[in-house]
């Protein structure tokens, strides 16, 4: 078969299947979260998570939606390991409800909790379908907020033997594990803006959060590794800043530098060091936090949605969840949008991971979460979702052409599975392959998640 190939990265086009492959071996899946999807709540001993408070406070989650019932994935969890197989997918990555498995949010391990979590694995392995367990996807249990939550840095070590006690149960049959997900939306719409669980808006109590969960990883990173852990991973949401240069490398220092220099070099960028000097005194770093911060991880997942354009702003107040951004503009899109209103701009991707790659070039990259919202609509027990798909394969094209310029990428992780409960947006945004009926919890996958199907068969898209 006459193929024409680059020998480094193993991309490939055949011009006679008219297909546009990825590397062999490529890791294709999908991605959800415990909480945008369990349900059962209260089932099995689970306690309170700082979403269940925050959901149920009038006026923070739009409509007053819940996680309470979800996708009841907690019961259908076979149902949707079918659906998995069906679509073809080698791996499933799910996050683990720290209430579940501790309650107390430090102490006793619950088992019933555990139980869920060993049932699911053993169903996804039956299936062929690889887990990759995320530790932390923002379900604290409430009674560590209400203990002073990621300002307190006795979090970070309750969260190191919450990680112990998961591998504990589940270090035998689970190889990939990832510590947090998006600790920058942890702690800057938490705790910043307070758009986000736990809702607080204090900018000093953001950038103190941000290292604790930043120990909190390297803490767990090295109790799994203790444990015997294979793969550790750690996961950051990360967009270019694309405008003049003072805006872009604020906006670049406090979304992208502020985790990722810290978790691959141990130490904090300088000009942001100096910057949240404002707010804070960063008395919240200890000795050695850097150097735990810092331990080495096996790969880097980097969530990806849309690129920040910024502009010179009026030097009023700002955007709080970027504190001390008062001369900086938040544009709004001028082209293409998500029903999020995010700009559609797969360029930024490529761009995206050619620079991690060169910066940080012996860590392998997943593309851990990509996906889009749109208004789908049910019509005669279908849904035809053909801007979902032109954005996945606009963004898969992207990240191969990453791969042809050099960058070690391994596997793309679609968000979402499942639709799903939407954070402050509850409902009203669907991101999912599979769209969810939740009055019937009814499964019926796409016409992006058929299409997704054919891209896993034939590792890669047409030219």
Known sequence: MTQTSDPATGTSADPRTGTLAFPEGFLWGAATASYQIEGAATADGRSPSIW???????????????????CDHYNRYGEDVELMRSLGLAAYRFSVAWPRVVPGGSGAVNAEGLDFYDRLTDRLLDAGIAPIVTLYHWDLPQVLEDAGGWTARDTAYHFADYAEAVHARLGDRVANWTTLNEPWCSAFLGYASGIHA?????????????????????????????????SVALTLNMAPAIG?????????????????????????????????RQFTDWSFVADGDLEIISTPI???????????????????EGDPTYPG??????????????AMNWPIEPAGLSE????????????????????????DHLVDGQI?????QAYLDGHLRAAHEAISAGVDLRGY?????????????????????????????????????LWYRDVIRRNGLVV
């Open 52 to 70: 269940d408070t925050f959901s149920k406070t009038p006026g923070k989650v739009r409509g007053g939606d819940t996680g309470d019932e979800a």
């Open 198 to 230: 736990p809702g607080r808006k204090d900018p000093a109590a953001a950038f103190t959060a941000a290292h604790h969960l930043l120990l909190a990883h390297g803490l767990g990173n090295r109790a799994l590794r203790a444990a015997g852990a294979q």
């Open 244 to 276: 003049p240069d003072t805006q872009a490398t604020l906006v670049d220092g406090l979304l992208n530098r502020l985790f990722l220099e810290p978790a691959m070099t141990g130490r904090y960028p300088a000009d942001i060091v100096e910057h949240a």
């Open 298 to 316: 096996d790969s880097l997942g980097i969530n990806y949605y849309n690129p920040c354009f910024v502009a010179e702003g009026d030097g009023a």
């Open 325 to 338: 951004s008062g001369h900086v503009r938040f544009l709004a899109p001028t082209g293409p949008t998500t």
């Open 352 to 375: 995206l991971l050619v620079r991690v790659s060169r910066e940080y070039p012996d860590i392998p990259l997943y593309i851990t979460e990509n996906g889009a919202a749109f208004d």
């Open 384 to 388: 035809s979702d053909e801007e979902r």
């Open 413 to 449: 992780l679609v968000w979402s599975l499942l639709d799903n409960f939407e954070w402050a947006f509850g409902y009203g945004k669907r991101f999912g392959i599979v769209y969810v009926d939740y009055p019937t919890q009814r499964r019926v996958p796409k016409s992006s998640a």
